[in-house]
């Protein structure tokens, strides 16, 4: 495979060398343009480390969401389960927990999402997509101490302008995207609609229901509407609406301890312990979600300065319902219904370019997150017994005298009496408000500094009740979860600065920066205790030396960087069996490097590496939560790696075009490249939760009009078709068994694309 790649690429080089003699370089290559400074800049100008996604990019490797973004950038991390997102940087991942904020900042088109899961939403008509690593608290401020993704969506022109995409592939793979840009008055007023539907069957069997489950089904339309008032002042007003849709969790129990194959085995006989894509799960498990979005960013300017107010509002209501033990035995399931909601106010005055330059602003946010949820154990009357005996040891001992004879008696009895669901309903209300400026110094034609400074207040508000209907007897044997009711609030307050010096020359700059980072603390919901609800703020300290490089007439760019982030009191999750809770690591580091570069030798080609080592450990660790069945309170982790931290990672990738009839049609092919170094995937950092070093290709094919009014590939994910792990944690109940989810087997599709 890797020769025919290889010589793919050698043949693309024959056949484009012609064309490189009739133009220059600089006249097909286009600069990368960011907002990583809330500015429109250079990526090569901007002093920080950032890998940037263009709409090019990812239309040639078919990058639809955010997983695949993550596995294009070293040192990223996104995972998307049914109900949940996960995203991390430089070692630091984002807590899957209902009442906390992200470590890795959210933005589209400026907006801040203060939940995660906006990113299950619709991967619509995007311009860019922009990874900033390390903390970003000057001018992103909120929940940023990892880094920020940073999207831009297309934005509307004056011109005439319509495009089509049909995808059709395995499982039953279909989705449909178009694009209108319509000038409604010239030079006036002009409106961009994008919409897009998929559906797709399920890679995972379930041998209980005999169907398919991890079928999706999304949709999305963005509408944006362009009002350039006049040649100083325009509007861009937004309104998005999307659903997401995941039926089935894909969750497989495997490796199965005595208690748990022999309760399972009752109710699937032939349940096999192995991890293939085969679950046995006796729910229908579902995961929806809606949202709704709109904003209206305005921007004036004075001369060259600019006055930019983007204020929105967004909602979403989320569903999910899960089998908790995943097997085949009625035992245990969850269900839990969401409604969030949030407002976002952002003033911002930029400077116009010179000698001083300065951005200064004022950020408001709020938000309202109301759970409700249950945790339900309806064991059959036939496996109440045994599941006693597998929950504790001593209460089955005390109960065996009367149990083991009078079995057949009590069973039914002991059904009512551990028959039981755990009620939560869990308010959090948050707001933030931050004043912000960053000044940048221009001391010479090479040489600049910047200084940065950010005042943060954060205010979070709980009202947490968790009761049990009847007794809980078998509810707190399995989960330790107990009664309790919380009402708390909570003032927090952080300055964050910035520092920078940047050197250039001749298409090369060095940067070195010293930042700071905050996020605030809060509130777990399905914590054990009240007291394991609470957790505190986390600070973050960043030093980072940086390297980027211009060359060949600017077909060529390369960005190394180094790095340093020292954590106190680190927000970190564990998984308890009923869910995940946050609490803080006293003291934690992530340190590493990151390299990357681009290459278009010629015409239609691109050639794109990068990798990145992270070395994340724990410093101080003593008190951590212990993973499900632990006979201890807590555990000490000081000294140990993070977990969903790959040491090493790494990209390589390619796309080119070969003529075959000028300016008609030409040859496309192209592969992308990633391998990942082992992850643990819990706190316990247990071999059985793990997933070793795993390589993916990527691989698409197909031809193009040169004029880009059509496209016609076939693009195949996962080509050696790998079961690769992409979760994995202790099951609940049963001490000693483990249950888990896959990535996605080989997938073929083919899309047809029509520009008009």
């Not at 085969?278 to 949202?291: A, F, P």
């Not at 009357?381 to 149990?403: C, E, H, K, R, Y």
């Not at 580091?589 to 290459?599: A, H, P, S």
């Not at 990633?674 to 939760?689: A, E, G, T, V």
Request: glycine share 6%; aromatic share 10%; hydrophobic share 40%.
């Amino acid at each position: 495979m890797k020769k025919i790649l290889l010589l793919s690429v050698l043949v693309a080089s024959t056949y484009a060398w012609s064309d490189v003699k009739e133009k220059k370089r600089r006249d097909y290559i286009e600069e990368v343009i960011v907002t990583a400074q809330k500015r429109a800049e250079s990526a090569q100008d901007v002093p920080l480390s950032v890998s940037v996604m263009s709409a090019e990019r990812m239309q040639a490797s078919a990058i639809k969401s955010f997983e695949d973004v993550a596995l294009a950038s070293p040192n990223t991390d996104v995972n998307m389960t049914p109900g949940y997102v996960q995203v991390g940087m430089r070692g630091l991942n984002s807590p899957i927990n209902d009442g906390m904020e992200q470590s890795v900042g959210f933005y589209v088109d400026g907006i801040y999402y203060g939940k995660l899961a906006f990113l299950q939403d619709a991967f619509l008509d995007l311009s860019r997509v922009e990874l900033l690593k390390g903390p970003q608290g000057t001018l992103f401020g909120k929940n940023t101490v990892a880094g920020a993704i940073n999207v831009s969506s297309a934005t509307p022109i004056h011109e005439w302008y319509a495009a089509a995409t049909v995808t059709a592939g395995d499982f039953n793979d279909r989705e449909l995207s178009a694009t209108v840009n319509a000038p409604l008055i010239e030079d006036k007023l002009a409106l961009r609609i994008a919409a897009t539907t998929h559906s797709k069957d399920g890679y995972v069997y379930n041998s209980v229901r005999n169907e398919e489950e991890k079928q999706i089904d999304k949709k999305g339309l963005r509408s944006k509407l362009l009002f350039d008032a006049s040649e100083d002042l325009s509007f861009v007003l937004t309104l998005y609406r999307g659903e997401a849709k995941d039926n089935g969790q894909g969750w497989e129990p495997f490796l199965l301890q005595s208690d748990a194959a022999t309760v399972h085995g009752l109710f699937d006989p032939d349940l096999e312990d192995r991890f293939d894509y085969v679950g046995h799960s006796n729910s229908d498990n579902y995961s929806d979600s809606e949202s709704t979005v709109v904003n209206l960013d305005t921007n004036w300017e004075f001369g060259d300065k600019l006055l930019t107010v983007i204020a929105s509002h967004a909602e979403m209501t989320e569903s999910l319902y899960l089998d908790a033990d995943t097997g085949p035995a009625p035992i245990a399931d969850w269900d839990r219904q969401t409604d969030y909601n949030q407002q976002m106010l952002e003033i911002r005055f930029t400077s116009a370019p010179g000698k001083f330059e300065y951005i200064v602003g004022a950020f408001g946010f709020r938000s309202d997150n109301h759970l409700e949820g249950d945790l339900r154990m309806l064991p059959d009357p036939a496996v109440t017994g045994m599941l006693l005996n597998a929950l504790s040891t001593n209460l089955a001992d005390l109960l065996s005298p009367i149990t083991d004879p009078l079995g057949n008696i009590l069973d039914p009895l002991l059904y009512s009496a551990t028959t039981d669901s755990l009620n939560q309903v869990f308010q959090q209300d948050t707001s933030t408000l931050a004043l912000f400026t960053q000044l940048s110094w221009n001391i010479s034609d090479r040489l600049s500094a910047i200084v940065g400074l950010r005042a943060s207040k954060e205010t979070k508000k709980v009202d947490l009740v968790q009761d049990y209907e009847q007794t809980g007897l078998l509810l707190q044997s399995a989960f330790g979860v107990t009664e309790y009711t919380l009402r708390d609030k909570r003032n927090e307050s952080n300055v964050a600065p910035k520092l920078s010096l940047k050197y250039a020359w001749d298409d090369q700059m060095i940067y070195a920066s010293y930042s700071e980072g905050f996020k605030a603390g809060g509130y777990n919901p399905l914590a054990r205790t009240a007291k394991e609800s609470v957790f505190d703020q986390e600070t973050a300290v960043a030093y980072e030396l940086g390297y980027k490089l211009t060359a060949l007439e600017g077909t060529l760019t390369a960005n190394a960087a180094v790095f340093q982030t020292q954590f106190s009191d680190m927000q970190i999750q564990a998984f308890i069996g009923n869910g995940f809770v946050v609490s803080n690591a006293a003291q934690a580091t992530t340190e590493g490097f990151e390299f990357d570069l681009n290459y278009q030798p010629w015409r239609g080609t691109m050639i794109y590496t990068s990798a990145g080592y992270t070395n994340a450990v724990f410093d101080e660790y003593t008190d951590a939560p212990c993973p499900a069945g632990s006979a201890s309170e807590t555990c000490d982790l000081s000294g140990k790696q993070l977990p969903r931290a790959p040491k090493y990672s790494a990209n390589f990738g390619f796309h080119t075009a070969i003529p075959v009839i000028d300016n008609t049609i030409a040859f496309v092919i192209g592969a992308d490249y990633s391998w990942r170094d082992d992850i643990y995937f819990d706190l316990d950092l247990d071999p059985i939760d793990t997933q070793s070093a795993y390589s993916l290709v990527n691989l698409h094919i197909g031809l193009v009009d040169p004029q880009e009014h059509w496209r016609f590939i076939v693009h195949v994910k996962n080509l050696e078709d790998k079961t690769i792990r992409q979760f994995t944690a202790d099951l609940p109940i049963f001490d000693g068994s483990h249950m888990g989810f896959l990535m996605p087997p080989r997938m073929i599709s083919a899309e047809i694309s029509v520009n008009l």
